[in-house]
C-alpha cells in the first residue's frame, strides 16, 4: 500500500536560515508527488509537482527514487513560509494520499 | 471563475442529527473528492467521484454517504453524526488532463457534540 511519511510534526527556524521538509514514500509504481501548503485558516493550494522542476516562492523539491524522498528546501526562510507543509502522493483519479503534514515556524 | 466552493462554512451537530455538505467545482473538471482533515492525521479521503453518477469509497468511507447527480456537485451526507466526525472537510476537484493536480474548497468545519 502507499504511504507518505512526514517525520516532522513541527519545524522552527529562524528567518533567513535555509529550511528543509523531510517526506518519504512507500509506493509500488512509478510516483507522482507533490507539496501543498496551508497558510493559516486557508485552504490547501498546489506549492510544487514534481514533475514540474519548478522552483516556487524560493522552494524547490528533488525525487530522489533510491532514496523514495520528495524534500522540500529554500535556503532562506521568509516569516510568511509560516504554514502547514503535506507531502502528497497522487494515485491518478483515485485521489491523494498526504503525509500527515508538518507546522514550518520561522522565528523573526 | 469561483472555482471550488462549500456549503456550509460551519456548522454544530448533535449526535445523531443528519446534514448534508455541498461542494460545488465551476471547472468542468470530471473528478470530485471529499476528504476530512484531522489533527496530527493529515487529510484522508472520504469518497471521490470520477464522474456524474459515479462515487467510490476512499481511505475513511464509514458514516458518510455521498452523491454526484450533476458534473458539478458533490454532496457528502451524514446519516447520523458521531462525535467522531467531528473535522474539517475539505472538497476537492481535478481535470482528466493526467496532471493531477487538485483544486481545494475553503473547507467546512463540522463540530458534533
Known amino acids: 500500500a502507499q504511504r507518505v511519511t512526514q517525520p516532522e510534526k513541527l519545524l522552527s527556524v529562524f528567518k533567513g536560515a535555509p529550511v528543509e521538509l523531510k517526506c518519504n514514500y512507500s509506493y509500488s509504481g512509478s510516483p507522482e508527488l507533490f507539496w501543498y501548503v496551508q497558510y493559516s485558516r486557508q485552504r490547501l493550494q498546489l506549492l510544487l509537482r514534481?514533475?514540474s522542476r519548478e522552483s516556487i516562492k524560493g522552494f524547490t523539491a528533488d525525487l530522489n527514487k533510491g532514496e523514495t524522498s520528495f524534500h522540500l528546501k529554500k535556503p532562506f526562510a521568509q516569516e510568511e513560509d509560516s504554514a502547514m507543509y503535506y507531502c502528497?502522493?497522487?494515485?491518478?483519479?483515485?485521489?491523494?494520499?498526504f503525509g500527515k503534514g508538518t507546522h514550518l515556524i520561522i522565528q523573526p | 471563475n469561483a472555482g471550488v466552493t462549500q456549503t456550509p462554512k460551519f456548522r454544530v451537530l448533535k449526535t445523531g442529527q443528519s446534514m448534508t455538505l455541498l461542494c460545488a467545482q465551476d471547472?468542468?473538471?470530471?473528478?470530485m473528492y471529499w476528504y476530512r482533515q484531522d489533527p496530527g492525521m493529515g487529510l484522508r479521503l472520504i469518497h471521490y467521484s470520477v464522474g456524474e453518477g459515479t462515487t467510490a469509497k476512499g481511505e475513511v468511507p464509514d458514516g458518510y454517504n455521498v452523491s454526484r447527480l450533476k458534473k458539478q456537485n458533490f454532496l457528502l451526507g451524514l446519516e447520523s453524526a458521531a462525535p467522531s466526525q467531528t473535522s474539517v472537510y475539505f472538497c476537492a476537484s481535478n481535470d482528466d488532463t493526467g496532471l493531477n493536480e487538485q483544486f481545494f474548497g475553503p473547507g467546512t468545519r463540522l463540530t458534533v457534540l
Open positions: 514534481h514533475i
Open positions: 502528497a502522493l497522487s494515485e491518478g483519479a483515485d485521489g491523494l494520499t
Open positions: 471547472m468542468n473538471h470530471e473528478y
